[in-house]
């Protein structure tokens, strides 16, 4: 059967006509609430795009593996399973990583080694040479080592640090003029903007401004700069916003490209080296196998984005040393994800994507305004120690942190969806879980606030949730009050009743009367009666926000829960009420 004609059997449809079939299954709705997404980054995303939304974009048609690398620098998907080693001893990091390797990992990460003297790093690199290795925490006196073994023992691998190249500028001169093409002595950590609450927009333009900085000031001590480019890797935290953060990485890697061509430097050494890590920020101790799942949706975005090494992080390092099993499970994420999935034989699959190159446009663009104004107030060194920096990451952790407690932004199984059968007390390693800023903590004080007075007590709180009344607006009510009360821990118990005797009658701490608002106040009024004729003093709460709530307070309700009360401050006050202290 010929094919040519194929697609003239589908007639073309205009925009207009899916706007207008759009706008009348909206039956009146408003289309922008509806519909457009409003990001952290200030880009309003459509709910389609078509070819017309990226024909004027200024992106680079160029094909991967090509200047200026929009769509990779390398001519597939491939990239590095990097594992990370957090033993000290170099001895026994030694042996953790040649058991990674044999398990799967392609370059390793020593995060915590102590490698005072030759020997010790002799120890550490025992059979590991053919390996990309990275050192995380080097210091001066590592990359001191490390360039006169690689002077020693010329190595085809990769081997590369986690210092900062601003720390000590004159130092770094003196590194890129005295290292070996395998060495790669400095990092420029893009991932501490993400974990400190940057938007992609803001990771991209203060990690450009810091590498700026760096290029201008290794120029000023006549360093060559494709040796100074080639000095630097980027690392970058993948958080849960997925096409941001594909877009996020295709965006930096044309930026650096062009910073490097602007300073003078070969399209060869424009090649930025991408590591990628899944977020820290995101993780929960509560329903933690969920981590699993968030880490492997933040490794695919990496892989899509063209990140040119990956760590997926075990799924409990957020409360407690992983052990083989979570470091085997998170190893063979990426494993699947290669062998399995065979993600890396695609390079650059976003490519053509309207939504993907639209959003990578605009992190472009917005990304090199920010890195401007930075420029413009005295470069990045200056910025920062100005605090210029500071106020732009506060203010966007702050809207981070609100949508978390509005459960806006959800973190499933913590602040939406919690498992209230579900203990973390006795299984947490308090100075991990405490360790670092992760967005779910604020909820998960609450809960473990609840099982220590649990533990102490005996007793957890239970809170009645009474369904009566309207049908419909009982069961979405106790949905909600169920969702919500499971944020602290608390025992819920959802019942139906057929009279207010009944409720009154029922073993509670806490009573949710959960009807609709017309039925409220008679209801409320009639259970609190019967609660006074049977001497208890249960507090009485409504599922809801009717128009009646101050006549119902007067009347002993004791309060309401709704779509639009703050839950932290409203649990912890509950807990306080019902005799739970820290």
């Known amino acids: ?23 009348r299954d909206l039956k009146g709705a408003d289309y922008a609430k ?21 024909a004027g974009l200024d992106l680079p048609v160029a094909a991967s593996g090509d200047f200026p690398y929009l769509r990779g620098a390398r001519l597939t998907g491939d990239w590095r399973i990097r594992e990370e080693i957090d033993a000290v001893e170099p001895e026994q990091a030694n042996h953790m990583a040649q058991s990674a390797v044999i398990a799967g990992a392609e370059e390793i990460a020593f995060c915590n080694s102590a490698i005072k003297n030759a020997s010790d790093l002799g120890l550490l690199l025992v059979n590991l040479e053919e390996i990309p290795v990275h050192f995380e925490s080097a210091n001066e006196s590592l990359l001191r080592l490390l360039i006169e073994r690689l002077k ?64 201008a000031q290794m120029q000023a001590r006549k360093v060559e ?40 430097g070969s399209q060869e050494s424009a090649a930025v080296h991408i590591h990628a890590r899944t977020s820290r920020w995101n993780k929960t101790i509560y329903d933690p196998y969920v981590n699993v799942l968030r ?81 413009a107030a005295g470069g990045y060194r200056k910025a920062r120690a100005d605090g210029i920096l500071t106020r732009a990451l506060v203010q966007s952790m702050t809207a981070r942190d609100k949508a978390v407690i509005a459960r806006r932004r959800v973190f499933t199984g913590t602040n939406q969806y919690a498992n209230r059968a579900e203990r973390a007390l006795d299984r ?9 800023r992760r967005g779910a903590r604020v909820y998960e004080q609450v809960r473990l606030r609840t099982e220590r007075h649990t533990a102490a007590s005996g007793h957890t709180p239970r809170v009645l949730l009474a369904e009566t009344g309207d049908a419909k607006m009982r069961t ?38 959960c009807s609709s608002d017309p039925e409220y106040f008679a209801l409320a009024k009639e259970v609190l009666a019967k609660l006074k004729t049977l001497e208890r003093k249960t507090p009485v709460l409504i599922a809801g926000n009717p128009e009646e709530a101050e006549q119902m307070r007067a009347a002993g309700v004791a309060d309401f829960v709704h779509i639009r009360t703050n839950p932290i401050e409203f649990l912890t006050a509950w807990q306080q009420r019902l005799g739970i202290r820290e």
Not at 5 to 16: D, H, I, M, R
Not at 37 to 54: C, F, H, N, S
Not at 153 to 161: D, E, K, M, N
Not at 428 to 436: A, K, T
Request: hydrophobic letters at 45%; a negative charge; glycine letters at 6%.
């Open 428 to 436: 947490i390693d308090v100075s991990r879980s405490s360790s670092g």
């Open 295 to 375: 880490g492997t949706t933040e490794a695919i975005s990496a892989i899509l984005g063209g990140a040119d090494s990956l760590t997926v992080a075990p799924f409990d390092e957020c409360y407690e040393a992983p052990g083989e099993a979570s470091r085997r499970l998170a190893r063979n994420t990426q494993i699947l994800l290669k062998q399995e999935a065979l993600l890396s034989r695609v390079a650059d699959p976003g490519a053509g994507s309207y939504a993907i190159e639209v959003i990578t446009d605009f992190i472009v663009r917005e990304g090199w305004k920010q890195m401007q104004e930075i420029e």
């Open 476 to 513: 979405a009510r106790s949905n909600f009050a169920a969702n919500f009360f499971a944020c602290a821990g608390f025992d819920i118990v959802t019942q139906r009743f057929e009279t207010a005797a009944e409720i009154a009658a029922a073993d509670a701490d806490l009573i949710v009367l």
């Open 34 to 54: 509806k519909l457009i997404w409003q990001t952290d980054e200030g880009l309003a995303v459509k709910p389609y795009y078509r070819a017309e939304d990226i």
């Open 152 to 215: 020693e023992r010329p190595s085809s691998a990769q081997v590369s640090t986690g210092f900062d190249p601003l720390t000590n500028l004159d130092f770094a001169a003196k590194v890129i003029r005295a290292a070996t093409p395998a060495l790669a002595p400095f990092t420029v950590h893009g991932e501490c903007f993400e974990e400190q609450g940057a938007t992609a927009v803001e990771e991209v333009g203060f990690t450009l401004a810091a590498s700026i900085d760096f290029l």
């Open 1 to 23: 059967m010929a094919t040519d004609n194929l697609l003239q059997e589908f007639p073309p449809v205009s925009t207009e006509f899916w706007e207008e079939a759009i706008r």
């Open 225 to 264: 700069i494709d040796c100074t480019a080639a000095s630097l890797t980027f690392n970058f935290s993948m958080g849960a916003n997925f096409f941001f953060q594909i877009a996020k990485l295709r965006a930096i890697r044309l930026l650096w490209a062009r910073v490097v061509e602007s300073f003078g």
